[in-house]
């Protein structure tokens, strides 16, 4: 009984909102996720061949945190963090180019049409707040980095072949002044240069 009855709840929702609106919502909802992965996937620091050191656990002491580290040379070192750039800007232009679509449509309901727009808006002023961290942070000295907003949360990744606990405190400092975001939910990675 139970499962007819979900059933005729799902049709009635289905038949209300149309299919379309619900392929253009379920559509916005996996472009999330392939956002989040591709953030998770290429700044994480857990894989040893990612040539990623997680500098900071900011829940550990220095004396804990696991480290990670490969040998780049200085050419290797620009192609990465460009190709992190890029990464992250495709992934924003296709997210808004869904959410553009959905915020256009003729078929969408105004309820999806609203959320569209708040996550267009939203999308945007992440972009802003990652320029702005990138910005201070290469005013503190660091040679290069990136940073990638994904919710509440935050991943820098910054050159260094060893951060001290200061420069830790600034990235910190810079992420909560521009983006409001706590230390809690910042990943810091430290990507290594050894010329050889």
Known sequence: MKWETIREKCSAIVHKAGKKTIVTVCTVTVLGCMVILNVILFSGGTQTDSGMKLAV?????PSETDTVSTELHAGEMNDYFQS????????????????LSVAESSTALAETKEAALQDINKLAADMEKETNIETMILAKGFSQCIAVISNENCNVIVESDCLEPGEVAQITEIVYEQAGIHPTNLKIVEKNLHET
């Open 57 to 61: 656990d900011l829940s550990a002491t």
């Open 84 to 99: 992190m750039a890029l990464n992250r800007q495709q992934a924003r232009d296709e997210a808004m180019e869904v959410l």
